[in-house]
């Protein structure tokens, strides 16, 4: 038996209902506050209706870590500049030798931190509980593949866009990366050269590498650490819709013929994967009884300019093959879909896929993320019926791919 790729009328409401419930009745949803904890159990009522079996997950977390980070990289990047800046025009060796060196640590901080995923700098921010909730449907026959779609509930922390708009941390950080190249470069040059007074040179150099200057200014403001965006977080409409398939599925009394269609919601800090590397460590053994499959569902802005994510920043590969099965239910949809790479930064499907599990990305493409509607909204009518309609469908199709 094969489901129909649609929600129907009745189902659609629902998502609203459930997305309108949550923000209504809780706070901020991040990760150690009482908002996460009311959404998190909110969810886990519903699931818990429609679902066979369901495990939550506690883990624990240093929910800011990341921010911090960014804002004490960015502030050692303007002590950077100006040390460069005052070796160049009085030939200081030790203060360009120092300039070099911190240089050197805000490439490999970074590089640690925002490509690889590391967590041992978390440290610096206190540890707070979160948890996952696990939701598993079992199919009519024995069970011959999972597919595990994964969401979040998180409450976004509020970012000052400037003129940048929903690119702006894009922006500020491929900035910062040239102009953190460029410095080590002007730097390294200096020192070769004989640090010379003045030299006009390396004035224009050191000019270059100020012109950079602003943007780790913005870096150190960007993201305010003690407000979310009010509203709807764009990320907590993919928890509703999978929930509303288990719904309408159970409703109907439908199972797939060989096919265990899951919903894992994590925990919500940076975009769910604390709770997803904590969930693949844990059930990286229990979930190898057969094949598994993780589709992790990124912000959703729009259905018209969707796209499936299966290589991140640090070269860390999903499944293409996975991808392709997405790209082809869209393409029996009509719906547009995309295939691309997260130029920065580790993708949803990244603790999955170094964990060995098969997995890629699904969510508003990023090349036209700045020309979508607003992450977040203060009103349930400004969520387009027809984005929901048409990501409700493509996950349908997805399981009807596996199955058959």
């Known amino acids: 038996m094969t489901a129909l790729p649609q929600l129907d009328d009745k189902t659609l409401s629902y998502v609203l209902e459930i997305i309108e419930t949550v923000t209504e009745s809780t706070d901020d949803r991040r990760t150690g506050q009482k908002g996460e904890e009311q959404a998190k159990h909110m969810f886990l009522n519903e699931l818990m209706k429609y679902c066979?079996?369901?495990?939550?997950?506690?883990?624990?977390?240093?929910?800011?870590?990341?921010?911090?980070?960014?804002?004490?990289?960015?502030?050692?990047?303007?002590?950077?500049?100006?040390?460069?800046?005052?070796?160049?025009l009085n030939g200081y060796v030790a203060t360009a030798v120092l300039s070099l060196l911190l240089n050197?640590?805000?490439?490999?901080?970074?590089?640690?931190?925002?490509?690889?995923?590391?967590?041992?700098?978390?440290?610096?921010k206190p540890r707070k509980n979160s948890a996952n909730i696990l939701g598993r449907r079992f199919p009519q026959g024995i069970a011959q593949q999972r597919v595990v779609f994964v969401a979040h509930t998180d409450a976004p922390l509020s970012i000052r866009s400037f003129l940048f708009g929903n690119m702006a941390t894009y922006i500020v950080s491929i900035c910062s990366i040239v102009g953190n190249t460029l410095l080590f470069c002007s730097q390294a040059l200096f020192l070769f050269s004989g640090a010379p007074?003045?030299?006009?040179?390396?004035?224009?150099?050191?000019?270059?590498?100020?012109?950079?200057?602003?943007?780790?200014?913005i870096g150190l403001i960007l993201v305010n650490p003690q407000k979310t965006s009010s509203g709807i977080s764009s990320s907590?409409?993919?928890s509703s819709i999978i929930i509303s398939i288990l719904k309408?599925?159970?409703?109907?009394?439908?199972?797939?013929?060989?096919?265990?269609?899951?919903c894992l919601i994590?925990?919500?800090e940076y975009s769910g994967r604390a709770g997803s590397y904590a969930f693949a460590k844990k059930y990286r053994r229990l979930f190898s009884d057969i094949p598994t499959v993780f589709i992790p569902i990124e912000e959703i802005t729009t259905s018209d300019k969707l796209s499936v994510f299966f290589k991140d920043g640090s070269g860390n590969k999903g499944s293409a093959e996975i991808a392709s099965i997405i790209a082809q239910a869209a393409e029996n949809l009509s719906?547009?879909?995309?295939?691309?790479?997260?130029?920065?930064?580790?993708?949803?499907?990244?603790?999955?896929?170094?964990?060995?599990?098969?997995?890629?990305?699904?969510?508003?493409?990023?090349?036209?993320?700045?020309k979508s509607v607003s992450p977040t909204a203060d009103k349930i009518t400004a969520i387009r019926r027809k984005t929901v309609s048409d990501i409700g469908a493509l996950i349908i199709e997805i399981l009807n791919y596996y199955d058959s």
Do not use: W
């Open 52 to 88: 066979d079996d369901t495990q939550e997950q506690y883990f624990h977390t240093h929910p800011g870590a990341g921010t911090l980070t960014q804002k004490i990289l960015c502030a050692m990047l303007i002590i950077c500049a100006v040390l460069f800046s005052i070796s160049v």
């Open 104 to 124: 050197l640590g805000i490439f490999a901080v970074f590089s640690y931190k925002f490509i690889f995923d590391g967590t041992k700098l978390d440290v610096i």
């Open 197 to 217: 007074i003045d030299e006009p040179f390396f004035r224009v150099l050191q000019g270059f590498c100020l012109i950079f200057l602003p943007f780790y200014v």
């Open 236 to 238: 907590l409409m993919p």
């Open 248 to 262: 309408q599925f159970s409703e109907d009394s439908f199972r797939y013929e060989k096919t265990e269609f899951c």
């Open 266 to 268: 994590t925990g919500s």
């Open 335 to 370: 719906l547009e879909l995309t295939k691309e790479n997260t130029i920065l930064g580790s993708a949803s499907f990244t603790p999955f896929a170094v964990n060995h599990f098969p997995a890629c990305s699904l969510g508003t493409s990023k090349k036209h993320i700045s």
